[in-house]
Structure formats: structure tokens, C-alpha cells
């Protein structure tokens, strides 16, 4: 009878199985690998927090969102310190006592703070913290800068422009411009004259005053422009002078023309041709000019004026015109009669010209050659101030 083999009974023990033997490897590999990606893993996160918190560091502390704001911070005094070394420089500073005097001078230095900088580096540290060693210099230096060293003639510092060499005087020239008070439109370009102007204001017209204010707000000197008789019995205007009047009434009515216009610096004569002949009423009106405190000023409407005799005997200083700027009003006649005027002015020192409020091409003349002429070597003025000086009869 054939034995019929009995399959193997399976052990419950899992250590008897033989599938229980390769797996033990495996596992053990598989442990390994997962825990060096944990690992890795940790490592990361750890730099990644670290450089995070360095990031934020930096930002914080270093001062706005510059990601190297320190580095840059640090850089700006060596920048500063390593210019202002030229020791040209150095010998333009003032104070003696921090700088060897054996130092040839050289030329100046415009800019001041080139020196300020470098002094501070360059002295021991006691010296930076005072700050009196720091102000004595900055105040003395601009009395140092122009440098008292011998220099060659003609010659000028590096770095400071050359002045232009003062022009020689010509001669004074005052400009007076008679009839204002008729029309306030025709004053107004006198008015923008852009250099000293005498304009005499006649009395008794409706623009009087108003045109006395705005001859003063403009900066112009004001005359009183009197009128008086003329030989040609030409009406000379209200509030006039007449050879029927006594010395009294003659101050009577020019007091009341000043004080209409006040306060003036003299006075002028509107036609007057007869009146300035006559020696007491040219009396009159001289003293009080001289009671006022003004200057009077002969118009020369005549050859024969007595004002100059009356003017001696009283001990008084008048002028006289030179030209008349405007007796035909074209520009070309107006610019010959200048050209007198300048010439006059050359050759005596001083020259007084007269036009007036009514002629169109005057101001505009007078205001384009203006600047030219100051150019030129001649000096502007007004009237009382040109008399005052001593005005040549």
C-alpha cells in the first residue's frame, strides 16, 4: 500500500515563514532612505528659516529697504576725504598755527568748504571735538581770501573772474523835464526813465498834485515850474508871476504854488523872459527859494537874465540850463541836441538840458541811449543835486 506524503502543516510562528526572511532588508533600506529625506527635508527648512530671520535683520536694523544699507553708509567720508587733499589748497586757510608757514601761498580757492572738510580729518581727535578751532577759521577767512602775496602785475587768482576796469567819468549830465501837471498820459514814459530825472510840475492845472505824486512814487525829483511874464506878452499860464507885482506879493504867490505841489527841491522858470531881466523880482523869488530850502533854476529864456547878478549879491549857488533838448521835435534834431549836451558835459564836467512832458520822441529816446551812455563814462543826476555840487555859470 503506496504512503501517500501528507502536505506540510503551515507553522503559525511568522520567524518560520520563508517569506518572513527577505523582508527584514528591504525594510531596513527603505527605513534608511526616508530618513535621510526627512532629514534633508529639516535641513532646509532650518536654512531657509535662517536666512529669513538674517533678511530681516538687515532690513530692520540697516535702515530703509537697501538689502546693504551698512557698506554704503560707510563709503561717503573716505569719497569725501580723498578730493580736498591738493595741498594747494591747504595754504589758503587762514589760521597759522595748524599749518607749517614754510607753505608756499597759492591761488585762491573760491569754494570754502573744501578746506572745512578737510581739517577736521587731518587734526587729532581733541581738535574735532572743539568746536571753537572749527569757527575761528570760517570767520577770519574772508579776510584772508584777496591774497597780499606778491602777485605779477596784471595777473588775476585762478578761479576768480577778472573786474573790469572802471570807466573814466565823462561828465554829470541832469536831465530836467519841464510842463508836467497838463496831461498825465504824456508823463508816464518819463516817469519810466530808468535813471535820476528832475520834471518840474506847473501850478494851478486840474493834474497839478496827482502829477507831483506820481513823480514822486516814481522816484523822480519835482520842480516847481513857475510861470512868469514874457517879453511877448504870451499868456504864461494861471498863478503866474508879472513884472506889476511887488517883492511881496512875488513870494506870496510862489509860496502858494509850492505848497500846492510840496514838498519840491527847487523851482524853474516857465517862460520868463521879462521877469528874470528884472534885478528886484529875480531878488524876490531868490530869497525865497533861499527861505525854503530849495534850488532855483534860470530856464535862460533870455540872454539878459539879471538871475546870476541877483543870485551873487544874495550869496546864493544857481543853475543855469545848457540846452534845450526838444526846441524841434523830430528824433534825429532831439538826438543832435543830446549829442551838444554830452559834448557840453565832457568839457565842462557837468551839463543841464531841458525838454518837456509834450514831446513824443523825447522819453523813448532818452530811455533806449540811457544805458549806453552810463557805458560810456557819464554819470546821471538830478538838478539840486547838480547845483548843490556847484554847477559852472
Same mark, same amino acid.
Given at each position: 500500500? $503506496?504512503? %501517500?506524503?501528507?502536505?506540510?502543516? $503551515? ?26 529625506? #526627512? *532629514?534633508?527635508?529639516? @535641513? !532646509? ?26 557698506? /554704503? *553708509?560707510?563709503?561717503? =567720508? ?15 586757510? +587762514? ?14 580757492? =573760491? ?10 580729518? $587731518? ?9 571753537? @578751532?572749527?569757527? !575761528? ?9 584777496? +591774497? !597780499? ?14 573786474? +573790469? ?7 554829470? %549830465? ?11 498820459? /504824456? &508823463?508816464?514814459?518819463? &516817469?519810466?526813465?530808468?535813471? =535820476? ?11 497839478? *498834485? /496827482? ?5 514822486? !512814487? ?19 499860464? =494861471?498863478?503866474? %508871476? ?57 530856464? #535862460?529864456?533870455?540872454?539878459?537874465? @539879471? ?13 543855469? #540850463? ?5 526846441? %524841434?521835435?523830430?528824433? @534825429? ?27 513824443? /520822441? ?8 540811457? +544805458? ?22
Amino acid at each position: 500500500m $503506496k504512503q %501517500v506524503r501528507k502536505p506540510a502543516k $503551515k507553522s503559525s510562528d511568522p520567524r518560520k515563514k520563508p517569506q518572513a526572511r527577505g523582508r527584514p532588508k528591504k525594510s531596513r533600506r527603505a527605513d534608511s532612505l526616508e530618513a535621510r529625506a #526627512r *532629514a534633508a527635508l529639516i @535641513a !532646509a527648512v532650518c536654512t531657509a528659516i535662517a536666512v529669513g530671520v538674517s533678511v530681516l535683520l538687515l532690513i530692520t536694523f540697516g535702515g530703509g529697504n537697501a538689502p546693504y544699507p551698512l557698506p /554704503e *553708509a560707510a563709503p561717503p =567720508p573716505e569719497r569725501i576725504a580723498a578730493p580736498p587733499a591738493p595741498a594747494p589748497e591747504q595754504p589758503e586757510q +587762514p589760521p597759522p598755527a595748524n599749518r607749517p608757514a614754510a607753505q608756499p601761498p597759492a591761488a585762491a580757492a =573760491p569754494p570754502a568748504a573744501a578746506p572745512e572738510q578737510t581739517a577736521p580729518r $587731518k587734526a587729532p581727535p581733541p581738535v574735532r571735538q572743539s568746536p571753537p @578751532a572749527n569757527s !575761528a577759521p570760517a570767520a577770519e577767512r574772508p579776510a584772508v581770501q584777496p +591774497p !597780499a602775496a606778491p602777485r605779477p602785475a596784471g595777473t588775476v587768482p585762478a578761479g576768480r573772474p577778472e573786474r +573790469p576796469r572802471p570807466l573814466k567819468r565823462r561828465g554829470t %549830465v541832469a536831465l530836467v523835464i519841464d510842463d508836467a501837471g497838463n496831461n498825465l498820459r /504824456e &508823463l508816464e514814459p518819463f &516817469l519810466n526813465f530808468p535813471g =535820476p530825472m528832475t520834471i518840474a510840475v506847473l501850478p494851478g492845472l486840474p493834474h497839478s *498834485a /496827482e502829477a507831483a505824486r506820481r513823480i514822486r !512814487a516814481a522816484g523822480k525829483e519835482v520842480f516847481l515850474h513857475q510861470p512868469m511874464e514874457a517879453l511877448n506878452g504870451q499868456n504864461p499860464g =494861471p498863478q503866474a %508871476v508879472f513884472s506889476s507885482m511887488d517883492g511881496a506879493e512875488i513870494r506870496r504867490i510862489i509860496s502858494r504854488n509850492l505848497d500846492e505841489i510840496a514838498p519840491v527841491a527847487g523851482l524853474n522858470n516857465h517862460q520868463g523872459s521879462k521877469i528874470t531881466m528884472d534885478e528886484k523880482a529875480m531878488e524876490a523869488v531868490l530869497s525865497l527859494c533861499r527861505e525854503r530850502g530849495i534850488q532855483f533854476l534860470d530856464s #535862460r529864456t533870455t540872454a539878459d537874465t @539879471a538871475a546870476p547878478g541877483a543870485a551873487k549879491r544874495l550869496g546864493m549857488k544857481i543853475g543855469e #540850463r545848457d540846452i534845450f533838448l526838444d526846441n %524841434v521835435q523830430e528824433r @534825429a534834431a532831439i538826438a543832435d541836441s543830446l549829442e551838444a549836451g554830452l559834448a557840453r558835459a565832457e568839457s565842462r564836467g557837468r551839463a543841464l538840458m531841458i525838454g518837456h512832458t509834450w514831446s513824443p /520822441e523825447l522819453a523813448p529816446l532818452l530811455t533806449e541811449l540811457y +544805458p549806453n551812455l552810463v557805458e560810456q563814462g557819464y554819470v546821471f543826476s538830478t538838478a539840486s543835486r547838480l547845483i548843490k555840487e556847484g554847477y559852472e555859470q
